[in-house]
């Protein structure tokens, strides 16, 4: 599976857009761009998930660039509720998925 | 709610101990897999079983096994605890497939904690 690189930390400011960017420079073509959150010792949460085409469900939108070495994972409108940390996988189906150290976001007042 | 169930939430046992960690998947869901968490080594990867069977394998010491039994559920047996096997140890299932692929989608239980003295 594909390593993936995330900053360790990013702050937002309520209300506003949480962008979360993700390097994948060795993706292969059959693997897809999973997210995950997990709020403070909280089990891991499943956000969205996308191969090539941008993506975007009731929690959020996944925009992945053309050549799909990286990625972003935006949060619309940021709420206290959002600070967690934020896992980006590189996903083969079949293959075993493989939390990295991903970025902690902290959404402040 | 996931619909992950896992038990006990807490434990407190001493070093050389055996213990058993129990997971209840969602309903449907044929697959489990385990993860530990850890301070220093975050979300490892330790197990998978699809349908009773394992299928995949992580980082999993030889003195940790787990079945997945004919109800679907799974144990993790932990033994000859030592102070680094002090972790969140967590549960997930999922759709799953016989060819041994799944989504990526998984659905996650709160954990059980895990502390050795």
């Known amino acids: 599976d594909a390593k993936t690189t995330q900053p360790p930390s990013m702050d937002c400011a309520e209300g506003r857009a949480a962008n979360l960017p993700c390097n994948h420079s060795?993706?292969?073509?059959?693997?897809?761009v999973y997210w995950y959150r997990q709020i403070h010792s909280q089990g891991p949460q499943y956000i969205i998930h996308?191969?090539?085409n941008n993506e975007t469900n009731e929690m959020a939108s996944l925009i992945i660039t053309e050549d799909r070495k990286s990625s972003t994972l935006i949060l619309p409108h940021a709420t206290l509720r959002d600070t967690a940390v934020y896992y980006c996988i590189a996903f083969n189906q079949g293959g075993k998925l493989i939390f990295g150290q991903g970025t902690e976001l902290s959404v402040k007042p | 709610d996931s619909g992950v169930t896992q038990t006990p939430k807490h434990l407190i046992t001493a070093t050389g101990q055996r213990v058993t960690l129990r997971c209840s998947p969602r309903s449907g869901d044929l697959s489990v897999y385990w993860y530990q968490q850890s301070l220093d080594q975050g979300l490892q990867f330790l197990i998978q079983?699809?349908?009773?069977?394992?299928?995949a394998k992580g980082n999993i010491l030889e003195r940790f096994s787990a079945q997945q039994f004919p109800d679907l559920h799974s144990e993790l047996n932990l033994s000859s605890l030592e102070l680094g096997d002090s972790a969140l140890y967590f549960c997930?299932?999922?759709?799953?497939?016989?060819?041994?692929?799944?989504?990526?989608?998984?659905?996650f239980g709160e954990g059980s904690r895990l502390t050795v003295l």
């Open positions: 996308g191969l090539k």
């Open positions: 079983y699809y349908n009773g069977e394992e299928r």
């Open positions: 997930a299932s999922s759709v799953g497939s016989l060819a041994g692929g799944h989504t990526g989608e998984l659905f």
């Open positions: 060795t993706i292969s073509g059959n693997e897809y």
